[in-house]
């Protein structure tokens, strides 16, 4: 472990921003949940209609999970107890790979262990960063949902709950930077393996929902997500499940360091095969390039937004009936107003997705960055390639692929809602295109200020929060989302769309002409 310190240090330093972000972002989700279900279902009969209505629609069990018990803190931490701590086992294990296999091939690594550093080290202060960020999530969430009134057993239950997730994949994530050559691999071998466990869950859950016992399937204990789930926070309050998660934690940490420990810097277990000795024809210009670098990326988006937007589109049957009057409203708030419920709900849904897309559009837009900061920029540019194609095109394949992720997600939805959504899908590029035009400026401007993108982004979803938590409008009139229409049935290029898309163009030009007046590296 010698050199531990000063690496943890180091890893701290390198998160100083995103990660108290992130964490405000989970504390006030969970504590929004109850304070807005307090106004939805002030009434004892209201939990019962609604816990069963819940229950009666497959795709909300397949999203969110069954409501096991009609009590407040279950139908208020529904969408908190699989879907939300999912994200943040999916922020914990991006995160060891970050300071693991990315810096790797960044030739950080390389660099940190020509000094007096065991070979473990890095690894380990990923995973202590990445694990206590875990459990301080949950310690605030459990105080912070004591302090609303719901049961304080229940509440450090959930908050438990939360932490052996985030924990449980920090390990997955450090395993997969280890057998996976690449940090691409590692994160794509990382999403397939979360994306199999919820799967795995909902399969599970479907099928308990035909169980007079409402009991878990086979299924459901194939998945850590199933075993976490099985905590049960608010309704039966079990903790015999986490030893599970802490097990499989300890025997995926001990697996991992004992391979990082012996494996070749750089290398990978898994094989990867050569490849061409010549490029193909489509890979001998900038744009080609980009799409082949991110292709795989964009395809798993795609095919993620068409489920989501099944699932999505699934749920609207069930909205009228879960609709409490405190529910109508907050989903008419979310939804851009009107008096259609279910045109409503969809606006919400879109909003959404749309701020879910603007996390891949950012990331596209700010690639380059990891380009000039990792010196392949540098030997790119040394060639006959203009700057202004090898950043312009990043940015073009950003707003074209969000733009077919978005119109994915309408699809899906479609196909289960029986009537043409693909357009009011698309009404929320304008504010995802805005996102990435940030992105995009703050690349061009510097690599080392493409932190304020997702600082921006951030502060739509707290705005969205704000609007749940019944703050002063003006709050929530900030975000790009709030000046979008996403509803059927509605006009989507609007002035304010309008204005959004303009203000992208001009960031966007802004941003190439920026990266051609300045030093690169």
């Known amino acids: 472990m010698k050199g531990l310190a000063p690496t943890l240090r180091l890893v701290l330093r390198r998160d100083r921003i995103q990660a108290p972000v992130w964490f405000y972002i989970f504390v006030a989700m969970a504590v929004s949940a109850v304070v807005s279900a ?132 920090a390990t997955v994530g450090l395993l997969c930077a280890q057998l996976a050559e690449g940090a691409q691999g590692a994160r794509g071998l990382f999403a397939l393996v979360l994306g199999v466990s919820y799967v795995l869950r909902a ?52 697996g991992s360091l004992r391979i990082a420990a012996r494996r070749d810097l750089g290398a990978g277990l898994i094989p990867v095969g050569r490849g061409r000795p010549a490029a193909a024809a489509g890979l001998r210009s ?32 069930a909205i009228t009936g879960l609709a409490s009057p405190g529910t109508a409203d907050l989903v008419s708030r979310l939804g851009g107003g009107g008096t259609d419920l279910v045109d409503a709900f969809y606006g919400a849904i879109f909003s959404i997705m749309g701020m879910i897309a603007a996390v891949l559009a950012i990331s596209l837009t700010i690639a380059p960055a990891g380009e000039e900061t990792s010196g392949r920029a540098e030997y790119l540019l040394a060639g006959p390639v203009r700057r202004t194609s090898w950043f312009g095109s990043q940015s073009v394949l950003a707003l074209l692929a969000s733009a077919v992720v978005v119109a994915a997600g309408g699809v899906g939805a479609s196909l289960v809602a029986d009537r043409d959504l693909v357009l009011p899908a698309l009404g929320v590029l304008p504010a995802v295109w805005l996102l990435a035009a940030v992105g995009a400026l703050a690349a061009g401007l510097s690599a080392r200020v493409t932190t304020v993108a997702w600082v921006a982004l951030a502060l739509c979803v707290l705005m969205l929060v704000a609007d749940v938590l019944r703050l002063p409008s003006w709050v929530s009139r900030l975000s790009p989302f709030s000046h979008i229409t996403a509803q059927p049935g509605q006009t989507l290029l609007t002035g304010a769309a309008t204005a959004m898309v303009i203000a992208t163009v001009v960031a966007m030009g802004l941003a190439v002409v920026a990266v051609t007046r300045r030093d690169v590296g």
Request: with cysteine; hydrophobic share 55%; proline share 5%.
């Open 38 to 169: 307090k106004g939805l279902y002030p009434h004892a009969d209201q939990l019962v209609s609604a816990a069963a209505a819940a229950d009666r629609n497959a795709s909300l069990v397949a999203l969110f999970g069954p409501v096991y018990q009609p009590t407040l803190g279950a139908l208020a931490m529904v969408k908190m107890i699989v879907l939300i701590p999912a994200c943040l086992g999916l922020l914990t294990g991006l995160l060891v790979v970050r300071h693991t296999r990315a810096d790797e091939d960044s030739g950080r690594r390389e660099m940190l262990g020509a000094a007096a550093i065991d070979r473990i080290a890095a690894p380990v202060a990923a995973l202590i960063e990445s694990v206590g960020l875990s459990l301080l999530i949950g310690a605030v969430v459990g105080v912070g949902l004591t302090v609303t009134g719901l049961p304080a057993v229940g509440a450090a239950t959930f908050a438990a709950e939360w932490a052996l997730v985030g924990s449980f994949f």
């Open 203 to 254: 399969l599970g859950d479907i099928q308990g929902l035909h169980r007079v016992t409402r009991e878990p399937t086979a299924w459901t204990w194939l998945s850590p997500l199933g075993w976490a789930q099985q905590m049960r926070p608010f309704a039966g309050d079990r903790w015999w499940p986490a030893l599970l998660l802490v097990a499989g934690a300890a025997i995926l940490a001990a």
């Open 286 to 317: 900038a744009p080609a390039l980009a799409w082949r670098l991110h292709r795989t990326q964009v395809g798993a988006w795609v095919v993620g937004f068409l489920a989501c937007g099944v699932a999505f589109g699934g749920m609207a049957s």
